[in-house]
């Protein structure tokens, strides 16, 4: 599939050769407003025809890219929300494991059984991951 800038640009092409074409009929029609012989007059509106049938070629072709483009746009909107959705769930993931790492130390501090040291340091650890948490959940991750 094309990409959007692609599309636009196919676009602005049969725009710029439609307003070619409009001016082109624009002339013919000033032509017809004098008097000239009629083979010449058949001529110029056997052309103005040709023109004029080029002109809704020129339309259907802008119509088709249009519905094109409105389709890749929703498909970009889409595929990006979607690559959000995709690391906002990493995200929460993250962060649930970083709780639960927290929760389990403080577990581990708060065992009677354990060194002294150990449980300091568990303790500490667990107070340094509770400021990461709240950053995140700021950010507007939210694990829950």
């Known amino acids: 599939m094309a990409t959007v800038s692609d599309l636009h640009a196919k676009r602005a092409k049969l725009v710029e050769e439609k307003s070619k074409v409009t001016k082109a009929i624009m002339d013919i029609n ?3 407003l004098a008097t000239i012989p009629r083979s010449e007059y058949i001529k110029a509106t056997d052309k103005k025809h ?3 049938r080029s002109i809704q070629d020129l339309e259907a072709q802008i119509a ?3 519905s094109e483009l409105l389709s890749a746009s929703q498909a ?3 595929a990006s929300k979607s690559e959000k959705a995709a690391t906002n769930d990493k995200d929460v993931t ?3 494991q970083i709780i639960e790492m927290r929760d389990h130390y403080q577990a581990f501090a708060a065992d009677a059984t354990r060194s002294p040291t150990m ?3 568990a303790s500490e650890f667990s107070l340094k991951l509770t400021p990461v948490i709240k950053q995140a959940m700021r950010k507007g991750v939210n694990p829950e």
């Open 94 to 96: 993250i962060v649930r």
């Open 30 to 32: 000033h032509y017809l």
């Open 119 to 121: 449980r300091r340091m």
């Open 50 to 52: 040709l023109l004029v």
């Open 76 to 78: 970009e909107v889409l």
């Open 64 to 66: 088709k890219l249009n």
